[in-house]
C-alpha cells in the first residue's frame, strides 16, 4: 500500500484524498473531453467500466457506514476521492479499498457475462472478463489542517480541466528528470527556460532578520521582479516565503527549489498549476519524492541554498525524459 504514514492509524477517525490507478494507466474508465457549449470545462465521459467503478465506489457507504464519501471523481485511467471516516473502524482503510476492487471485478464480471454474444466472439473472445486490472495498493492524503479540506474538494473535482490543459500545455506541466545543473541532477516542472534566463536573483533571508531589514529586502527583490528578473528560492525561512509570494502575486517569474521531490501522479496545486501553464513558474526538486513528512534538516537547508546559487551562477543542461 502506497501509504504516506506508516505509523497513522488507519481505521481510526480521519478525512483522506484517496488515489486508485488503472494497472499500466490504461485509459478505460472514460474520455477525456474539451469544454464546449454545454460544458464551461473539460469533462470525463465514462465508459460501461467507469459508470459500474463510480456505482461500486458509491457502494461502499452501504457496506462501511463508518465511511462518508465527500467527493470523487472518475479519470480516463484512475479515480480520486476525499472520503471522512467518522468513528474508528474495526478493519484498515485498505481492507475498505481491497473490498471495492473485489466489487468492481464482481460488477464487471456480471455486466460482461450478460452481454448478448455472436458466434464470432465466441471463437476470438472465450472469455468475457475484462482484460484491466487496478495497480497495486492506494495513494493517500491524510488531511490534517484547517482549509485543506475546502481546497482539496476542489482539487478533486478540478482534475478533468487540469489534465486537458496539461494535455494542451505538455511542456510545462510534464516532469522532467535528469536535468544537470552544474552538476547536480534534478527534476523540474513548469518552464524549463527560466533555467537560462540571464537575470536571476536568489532570495535568501535569515531567520534572524529584523522586520525593518525584511521590510527593504521584500522591496528590492519586488522591484527586481518588476524589472523581469526571476526570483530564485527554496522557500525556507519565514522572511523567504513572504518575499516569494508577494513577488508571486504580483505575477513575477519564479524558480522554487523543492525539498520533496515529484510523485507520479503530481501535478502543481492551485495557482501554482496556472503559473506553470504561463510559463511563468519553474518548480526544482533535487531529490526523490518521499511519502512521510519530514522536518528539513539543516545540512538539507544549506544544499537547497547552495542549489539556489547554482541556478543563479552557472548554465544548465537537460536530457530529459517525461
Given amino acids: 500500500m502506497k501509504r504516506r504514514h506508516d505509523d497513522h492509524d488507519y481505521s481510526d477517525r480521519c478525512i483522506y484524498h484517496i488515489v486508485l490507478c488503472v494497472e499500466n494507466r490504461i485509459p478505460i474508465l472514460g474520455s477525456l473531453n ?18 459500474l467503478v463510480e456505482q461500486c465506489w458509491n457502494g461502499i457507504t452501504r457496506h462501511r457506514p463508518e465511511i462518508k464519501i465527500l467527493a470523487f471523481q472518475l479519470m480516463p ?9 467518522e468513528r474508528k473502524m474495526p478493519y484498515h482503510l485498505g481492507h475498505v479499498i481491497n473490498g471495492f476492487k473485489t466489487a468492481v471485478r464482481k ?15 465466441e471463437q476470438t473472445s472465450p472469455s468475457t472478463m475484462p482484460s484491466w486490472h487496478w495497480e497495486k495498493g492506494y495513494y493517500d492524503t491524510i488531511l490534517r489542517f484547517q482549509g485543506q479540506l475546502k481546497k482539496m474538494i476542489s482539487y478533486v473535482h478540478d482534475n478533468p480541466q487540469r489534465l486537458w490543459i496539461k494535455r494542451e500545455h505538455p511542456e510545462h506541466l510534464t516532469v522532467k528528470h535528469n536535468v544537470f545543473i552544474d552538476g547536480t541532477s534534478v527534476q523540474v516542472m513548469g518552464n524549463l527556460f527560466l533555467l537560462n534566463t540571464p537575470l536571476k536573483k536568489v532570495v535568501q533571508c535569515s531567520r534572524r532578520i529584523t522586520e525593518e531589514q525584511l521590510s527593504c529586502e521584500k522591496e528590492r527583490m519586488l ?22 509570494k508577494a513577488a508571486f502575486d504580483l505575477g513575477g517569474k519564479q524558480i522554487i527549489i523543492l525539498e520533496n521531490g515529484f510523485s507520479p501522479m503530481q501535478k502543481p496545486a492551485g495557482r ?8 511563468k513558474l519553474l518548480l526544482v526538486a533535487p531529490w526523490e519524492h518521499h511519502n512521510e513528512r519530514r522536518k528539513i534538516t539543516r ?4 544544499a537547497l541554498n547552495a542549489l539556489a546559487q547554482k541556478i543563479v551562477g552557472q548554465s544548465v543542461q537537460s536530457e530529459t525524459h517525461e
Avoid at 526570483?231 to 518575499?243: D, N, W
Fill in 299 to 302: 545540512e538539507q537547508c544549506l
Fill in 77 to 85: 485511467d484512475h479515480i480520486h476521492s476525499v472520503v471522512f471516516v
Fill in 107 to 121: 460488477a464487471l464480471r456480471d455486466y460482461y457475462e450478460a452481454q448478448p454474444r455472436t458466434a464470432q466472439t
Fill in 223 to 244: 522591484n527586481l521582479s518588476k524589472e523581469g528578473y526571476v526570483l530564485v528560492s527554496a522557500c525556507i525561512s519565514p522572511g523567504e516565503k513572504q518575499i516569494m
Fill in 34 to 51: 474539451a469544454p464546449d457549449a454545454n460544458h464551461k470545462r473539460a469533462y470525463i465521459v465514462p465508459t460501461s467500466d467507469g459508470r
Fill in 272 to 279: 501554482q498549476f496556472d503559473a506553470c501553464k504561463e510559463g
